[in-house]
């Protein structure tokens, strides 16, 4: 399962970045995903919640932002978003398209509250 272990590392992530602000309080986390990861957002908020159950971030709220597969045309300096598997260039039709985003796993942003 793909998304457990993802989440096993967000909570190592999380962890690591906690021990630099003691005290501090997690109340949530923002999880970019691109299209392109094969990450099931349900899934992976799924195996978070198995896996912080009864742990320090139980009730932690996951806040999942997917991005969409985008190329980028160079002649005509635009980004698109690729719908269809299609990555020709909406505007001059060039398929010398080049990769833009879709395969982010990032952590965005951890909210945090120190007492
Ligand atoms: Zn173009």
């Known amino acids: ?13 999380v962890e690591k970045e906690l021990e630099s602000q003691p005290g501090a309080l997690l109340r949530k986390i923002g999880l970019r995903i691109g299209e392109l990861s ?17 742990t320090g971030f139980e009730g932690v709220a996951l806040v999942i ?5 985008q190329r980028r045309c160079p002649p005509c300096d635009i980004v698109f978003a690729v719908s269809d598997y ?16 879709g395969n982010e796993l990032d952590i965005a942003y951890l909210e945090l509250e120190t007492p």
């Not at 272990?5 to 992530?13: F, G, K, P, R, T």
């Not at 899934?43 to 198995?50: G, K, N, T």
């Not at 932002?65 to 597969?69: D, F, L, V």
């Open 38 to 54: 094969g990450v099931d957002p349900d899934s992976l908020r799924f195996s978070w919640e198995c896996l912080t159950r009864e």
């Open 65 to 69: 932002e997917t991005r969409a597969w």
């Open 1 to 13: 399962m793909h998304e457990l272990s993802i989440a096993q590392s967000v909570v190592e992530a």
């Open 86 to 101: 299609q990555t020709v260039c909406p505007q001059c039709g060039t398929r010398e398209t080049e990769h833009a985003g």
